[in-house]
């Protein structure tokens, strides 16, 4: 079992709110993880340290079960909300507070009865989908990760994005960790859709997020902290002020996509029945309320609902339409059909409509080289990924689907350490900075899973090894990665919950898809010359 350094990653426990971190000076500090909210604001001890005599015990080892200092003192959760220190004849002391340590001293909350201290991780870590041996130090931590990042939210388990101040269920998010679950609880990850469900609204729109006190649905509801960050960079173009309006704040349509995943491991016609209906509603209500224009295309009509909210393409306006929407739309409304086949009804519908998106997205954004993006009613010139997502859809014409690969190959999203969320070679590429070029895992999750279906399986594999790779030796489970160093973006959350998601899902080779694990590489056109995977098994 891997050790915790109390930084990156702290002591917690399975739906506990209380993390336990180390202080630049070497003691402890604790604070309580709560939505939106900086865990400086909700810190309830800090200069934590354990003494025996006036010598002080220095910690010997953290693991998910427990802090060991020296002298045989040890601190665990008895239960969520109780931390113990357990040991004989030392004192622990604190800023402003000390007791002493004789058998059990409860830190915070209360035993009860049968309590027993360091729950048991090991049963946990027995559940870990198997790995390749070079990956399992990684896919440890992404366990571990998304075990701590269990906890409770009106009184159901869903798993958060890091408890770093990402304390709610958020739409995509619940989707991905929906999609690791899948191999070893899918009555978990089933769970993770439901919540969103349950809180969808009559006209089938899915709230963006759901947290403690309710839901996320509008613009209204964001934090004020959030629309001054917003006002920093989107629609600086037309001088638009997104938060003086009230528009409908959601993420990328992936439920179905999701949905149809927990299926192919976990059959359970029980639960497509019961999210069927909901499902169809959620794909509607795109074309219903958020196609402004009318065109047929969706946009999206608040950087949040794209997920991609420091994108450089909402630099030009606070709507947008990159490919990658009606992509997704294109594929949901494919495993409509799948859903309804496998429930007996008639899925022909939903294949028509897929088909004429499929169709008015190349003759209205196809043009001649790339699809292109729209804000504020121009082409937003700036290079991302998004632009090669139309894969996803797995309909493309083979000379558009060729184009879209050998780009991916090209000069400006390949290396290394693929995908950047805007291109090597864009003006706008910086590396440290959220969505303008460091590396998430679900852009490169979501084109892998594209490249299968559009039938690239040695691209697709490639750019699986490549990915695997920059996790297992970048230190961590982060929410993005610097592209060039393969290491941590500088504020990039810690313990981030797709990341673990998707890298587990990625490493036990994703066979719902498919997956070629010795497959190279075919160089077509000008494409450059792959030099190989520094992982190759």
Known sequence: MF????????????????????????????????????????TLFTGL????????????????????????????????????????????????????????????????DGDVLGGDWQKWFDLLPPTRADLRERAAMAWWTLGINQLTIQNRVGVVPSKYGYVALWNWDSYFHAIALRHVDPALAREQIRILLDSQRPDGMIPDVVHDHG???????????????????VGTANGARPEHVAVPVTKPPLTAWAVWKIH?????????????????????????????????????????????????????????????????????????????????????EH????????????????????????????????????????????????????????????????????????????????????????????????????LRRSGFAAEADELRQRTLAMVRDGGGIYEYWNPLTGQRAGRATSGFGWSAALFLDLARGHPDAGCSGSARLTVHGDAPRSRGSADAG
């Open 3 to 42: 050790e915790l350094d109390l930084r990156e990653r702290p002591f917690t426990d399975r739906l506990s709110r209380l993390l336990v971190m180390r202080a630049e000076n070497g003691s402890l500090w604790i604070a309580r993880a709560e939505y939106e909210t900086p865990l400086s604001q909700t």
């Open 49 to 112: 340290r354990v003494y025996r005599g006036g010598e002080e015990l220095p910690i010997r080892r953290a693991r998910p079960g427990g802090i060991e200092f020296d002298g045989g003192v040890r601190l665990a959760f008895a239960n969520p909300d109780t931390l113990v220190l357990a040991g004989q004849d030392a004192r622990a002391v604190w800023d402003g507070g000390g007791a002493a340590i004789d058998g059990h001293f409860v830190l915070t909350g209360h035993l009860n």
């Open 215 to 233: 839901a996320l649905y509008e613009t209204t509801d964001l934090p004020q902290s959030d629309h001054a960050r917003l006002a920093q960079h």
């Open 264 to 348: 192919t491991v976990a059959p359970d016609l029980e639960f497509l029945r019961e999210v069927y209906p909901k499902l169809v509603a959620a794909q509607h209500w795109w074309f219903a309320a958020s196609d402004p224009d009318g065109d047929g295309l969706a946009e999206y009509l608040h950087p949040y609902s794209s997920g991609l909210d420091d994108s450089p393409i909402w630099d030009y306006g606070p709507r947008a339409e990159p490919p990658d929407l009606n992509s997704y739309l294109v594929h949901q409304f494919d495993v409509l059909a799948d859903i309804a086949d496998a429930l007996g009804l008639d899925g022909h």
């Open 351 to 450: 294949r028509e409509a897929a088909e004429r998106l499929t169709a008015l997205m190349i003759a209205r954004r196809w043009n001649g080289n790339r699809f292109v993006t729209l804000a504020g009613g121009s082409e937003v010139p700036v290079k991302t990924p998004l632009r090669l997502m139309p894969l996803f859809t797995g309909r493309l014409p083979a000379d558009i689907a060729r184009a879209l690969v050998d780009d991916l190959l090209s000069a400006s999203f390949w290396g290394d350490r693929p995908v950047p969320t805007v291109a090597f070679d864009d003006a706008a590429f910086d590396p440290e900075r959220m969505w303008r070029g460091p590396v998430w895992l679900n852009i490169n999750y979501l084109l892998i899973d594209g």
